[in-house]
């Protein structure tokens, strides 16, 4: 059975930082991207960064690039996002999610089968 659970939204000022994980479990955690993608209220989901295992690969979104960094760690089959200088637009519903299809990172959410049930992280101003 696939599983993705996430945990670490929180409360925070702009300019803090919070640290997610992604807890995975029934696949073969190196072959699949996993993403994190976020939804803010009245906003459509949107891809936040992604990460594949078997080659390193990683994206990120124009919004959080040089703030957010993906990472992951193999023995736990957990991978996390590091969320630094948080602003408020960064308010939303995060949530990790595993890729379809295997040995390569597709960045939309119609290629991810799997979903976490979210975890909220607001910042405030």
């Known amino acids: 059975e696939v599983q993705l659970v996430e945990s670490g939204g929180g409360l925070v000022q702009a300019g803090g930082s919070l640290r997610l994980s992604c807890a995975t479990s029934g696949f073969t955690f190196d072959d699949y991207a996993i993403g994190w993608f976020r939804q803010a209220p009245g906003k459509e989901r949107e891809g936040v960064s992604y990460l594949l295992n078997s080659d390193g690969d990683t994206y990120y979104a124009d919004s959080v690039k040089g703030r957010f960094t993906i990472s992951s760690d193999n023995a736990k089959n957990t991978v996390y996002l590091q969320m630094n200088s948080l602003k408020p637009e960064d308010t939303a519903v995060y949530y990790c999610?595993?890729?379809?299809?295997?040995?390569?990172?597709?960045?939309?959410?119609?290629?991810?089968?799997?979903w976490g049930q979210g975890t909220q992280v607001t910042v405030s101003s």
């Open positions: 999610a595993k890729d379809l299809s295997a040995l390569h990172m597709d960045v939309g959410i119609y290629d991810y089968d799997y």
